[in-house]
Structures are given as C-alpha cells and as structure tokens.
C-alpha cells in the first residue's frame, strides 16, 4: 500500500475527520450531508466501503448461523434464524468499516488530499492553510505539521 507523502514526496499523515464528519460518513447517505467535504470524500470511498459493508454483512451472517448458533437452543426459530443474524450482520459490518476507514482513505490519499486542499485544509492535519506564503517550488508550507503542498491545489472553496 502506498505511503500518504506530501507534495514534497515526504511522508505524511492523512487529516483526520472530526467526530461529526466521521458520523455523516457512518450514515453514508450523500443526499442529507450539509458537510461538502465529507460528500467529495465518500465518492472517492464509496466502492471500497459498500465492499467491505456487504462483506462484514456476509460474515456475521456466517459466524452465527455456521459458528455460533449450533451452539445454543435457538435452533428453529425465528430469533435464531432470522433476528440475531440479521443484527449481528450488521454490527459486524460496522465494526469493519470502522475498523478499516483510515486504510480505506490512505488507499484513496492523493484523491483524499485533493479535497481538503480544495477546502483550503492541509490535507495531513486539517489545519487551515490561509494567507500562507508560497515557498520557492510552489508549495505552501503547513505551520502545524510541515507538510508542504503545491499552492494551486490549495483552493479557496470553504465548507
Ligand atoms: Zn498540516
């Protein structure tokens, strides 16, 4: 897997989501997020997550109804065959796309990194990169983490 680096091929680490951004990606449904960036993110990702969604659905599916469930009573009923895999199916799901998120979105880092420069946010740390000088080779430097990033990516759009 790729390292996240930044414009000046150093590595750098991808900006973390605040709590509410990480929520509206949790919903992941685009039409109710006011959050612009948020919405250009989950495009880039949304493949990869429905994936990993579908696949954590299937596995918890599995593990009860292969694994767990021959080991209790709830054998021929309706709780058993239908409610608890049904719920497991889909906290197992979350859990995995929680769990792989920050994979999901180093995978996607120069797609990632292009959206929040276009907020104006340094796209390592989420600082925001206004009034900065330009350096020699293009690049606005982030006072808070270093990273340095090409200043026509740098957009003015504000979320
Ligand atoms: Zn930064």
């Excluded at 006011?34 to 250009?40: A, F, H, I, N, S």
């Excluded at 292009?114 to 080779?137: F, M, N, S, V």
Aim: aromatic share 6%.
């Amino acid at each position: 897997m790729p390292i996240p680096t930044d414009d000046r091929d150093r590595p750098c680490a991808v900006a973390r989501l605040t709590n509410r951004q990480l929520a509206w990606r949790s919903i992941g449904i685009k039409s109710l997020t006011k959050d612009e960036l948020v919405k250009q993110e989950q495009q880039v990702t949304l493949n990869t997550e429905v994936a990993i969604a579908l696949l954590g659905g299937v596995l918890g599916w599995v593990l009860w109804t292969g694994a767990i469930m021959p080991l209790t009573n709830l054998k021929n009923t309706l709780l058993g065959h239908l409610v608890i895999p049904f719920v497991l199916s889909i906290v197992v799901s979350t859990f995995l796309w929680f769990v792989s998120l920050s994979w999901v979105r180093q995978r996607k880092f120069s797609k990632i990194a292009g959206i929040h420069l276009l907020h104006g946010k340094c796209a390592a740390c989420g600082y925001e990169l206004k009034d900065l000088p330009t350096e020699d080779d293009a690049c606005i430097v982030c006072p808070e983490c270093n990273a340095a990033w090409k200043a026509e990516r740098v957009g003015v759009q504000h979320a």
